[in-house]
């Protein structure tokens, strides 16, 4: 079965940092492009920050200077590193993954094909 799998989430607090993992599963994310979405409960879902298959880079004004997107081919994963985290950073966490180049790969109505389950991130005192 091709799917991606995220993990790396947890309870962290304000100004704390964690990494997320997206990792294919069935097939090898070098040639796709890759996105990471959020969602907090009673809001949109918004895009975070991708990688294009040739690994240019996009992130949202939210996280600009906090958080790195990078792919380890070699594990066939993308990261989410997340650094100085607040609550408003606390949601469920989503990777996505397609083969074509999105016209905006951060519109979280663009139809990626693969989509992981999430994973939660709370940050809280």
């Known amino acids: 079965q091709l799917r991606v799998v995220e993990s790396g989430g947890g309870l962290v607090q304000p100004g704390g940092s964690l990494r997320l993992s997206c990792a294919g599963s069935?097939?090898?994310?070098?040639?796709?492009?890759i996105v990471w979405f959020r969602q907090a409960p009673a809001k949109e879902r918004e895009g975070v920050s991708c990688?294009?298959?040739?690994?240019?880079?996009y992130y949202a004004d939210f996280v600009k200077g906090r958080f790195t997107i990078s792919r380890d081919n070699a594990k066939n994963t993308v990261y989410l590193q997340m650094h100085s985290l607040n609550p408003e950073d606390t949601a469920t966490y989503y990777c996505?993954?397609?083969?074509?180049?999105?016209?905006?790969?951060?519109?979280?109505?663009?139809?990626?094909?693969?989509w992981g389950q999430g994973t939660q991130v709370t940050v809280s005192s």
């Open positions: 996505a993954a397609d083969p074509l180049k999105p016209t905006d790969c951060l519109d979280p109505q663009t139809p990626y094909e693969f």
């Open positions: 990688i294009s298959s040739s690994d240019q880079v």
């Open positions: 069935g097939f090898t994310l070098d040639s796709y492009a």
